[in-house]
């Protein structure tokens, strides 16, 4: 039932470079986002939480590999749990609701180490589910709660013609779109309309009505370039690391050529119009929300380079082979050493929290 994609996981594994050791920015995120999620899911949800309703079921879409997920479908719970509890007068023999999370990435994603570094005593039943949230994974009307979080930027593929030299949208020896070129910006523009179309289609038919889809990440404030901000900053200098690599032969321009990242960062008011055209939906909340650790000394170099290893990885393994993962962050780490970035002067992403509820 699942629609092919480009497929690029986050790294997988316990190890150094891993995810799981190196994803404590979105985990920043998220927890910065819990009071409102707890708040909206009191105030919003709108299901008669008794044993007419069953299992309570979770789905958390492009969950990789932990620990992330785990907080996020935990505050879920523990705030149905609550409201349950209050919108029966705290009746202590009362049935509590059971509870099935299921967890969704693509089908490469390392789902092994998710469910090996799962709490123990969770209180609920998992299951995983493989497959590309640009399409159906779940059977009609099941899912009470969707979350996602810093999952829609990633595109089902990359625009086609912007690896082609003869195209106007080629995107010369960029490996992402830096807003420096218009008609590359134009291509994954149109790319990322039909994907951020076709994921809430894909929602609007498995939650069922009256249920919540929460959706946090990045987008670009309106007016700001991705080249302005430090993430697309950090972009940039990979990809000229990239070719200095090709100038000492460790990889060939060509092959560069050939590399863009299938990542598309909205500005606000384009993200808000393409959820708006929805009409499944009721847009309950969409707001820029703090990220805390933005303006905060935690985000060094180092961490920097760490968090991008772990995101960027898979594709470089993928694209130029397993040798170049290392000497390209070795080279990346000594750039960023050379002309480091003011995290804290540059234009940063905006952090978003949406909250949208099945009509
Ligand atoms: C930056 S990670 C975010 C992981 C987690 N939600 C968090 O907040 O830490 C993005 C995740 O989205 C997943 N992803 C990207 N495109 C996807 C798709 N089409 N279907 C399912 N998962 C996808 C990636 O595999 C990756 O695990």
Not at 14 to 36: C, R
Not at 111 to 138: A, M
Not at 199 to 214: D, K
Request: glycine residues 6%; negative net charge; charged residues 20%.
């Amino acid at each position: 039932m699942t629609a092919s994609s480009q497929s690029y996981t986050m790294a997988g594994g316990n190890g150094q470079h891993s995810y799981i050791h190196n994803s404590s920015y979105q985990k920043a995120a998220i927890d910065g986002a819990e009071e409102k999620t707890t708040q909206c899911i009191l105030e919003k949800l709108n299901l008669q939480l008794n044993s007419d309703l069953g299992t309570f079921r979770i789905a958390d879409f492009g969950c990789s590999n932990g620990p992330n997920t785990f907080h996020a479908v935990q505050t879920i719970i523990d705030t149905v749990k609550c409201k349950q509890l209050k919108e029966n007068n705290n009746e202590v023999s009362l049935m509590p609701l059971e509870f099935q999370v299921f967890f969704n990435d693509q089908t490469n994603n390392d789902f092994n180490t998710l469910f090996k570094t799962q709490p123990i005593e969770c209180g609920y039943f998992s299951v995983g589910v493989p497959g590309s949230f640009h399409g159906r994974v779940f059977p009609r009307n099941i899912i009470h709660i969707g979350h996602t979080s810093y999952t829609t930027h990633w595109l089902s593929k990359v625009p086609e013609n912007v690896c082609d030299k003869k195209s106007l949208a080629w995107n010369n020896n960029y490996i992402h779109c830096n807003h420096s070129l218009e008609e590359v910006t134009k291509a994954y523009k149109v790319q990322f309309v039909k994907d951020m179309r076709v994921f809430l289609e894909a929602r609007a038919e498995e939650i069922v009505h009256g249920g919540l889809m929460i959706v946090l990440g990045q987008c670009l404030a309106d007016g700001v370039t991705m080249s302005e901000t430090w993430q697309g900053i950090v972009l940039d200098m990979i990809g000229d690391c990239l070719m200095d690599m090709a100038k000492s032969g460790v990889t060939s321009e060509e092959k560069i050529e050939l590399l863009n990242l299938p990542v598309y960062f909205p500005q606000f008011s384009e993200l808000k119009r393409e959820i708006e055209q929805n009409k499944s939906f009721m847009i309950e909340t969409m707001e820029a929300i703090s990220h805390p650790l933005e303006d905060t000394e935690i985000l060094t170099s180092n961490f920097i380079i760490s968090m991008f290893r772990a995101i960027l990885s898979t594709i470089i393994k993928e694209h130029f082979g397993e040798g170049v993962v290392t000497d390209l962050f070795d080279r990346f780490a000594k750039k960023l050493a050379k002309f480091p970035i003011d995290f804290i002067e540059c234009e940063k992403h905006v952090n978003y929290f949406v909250l949208l509820k099945r009509k």
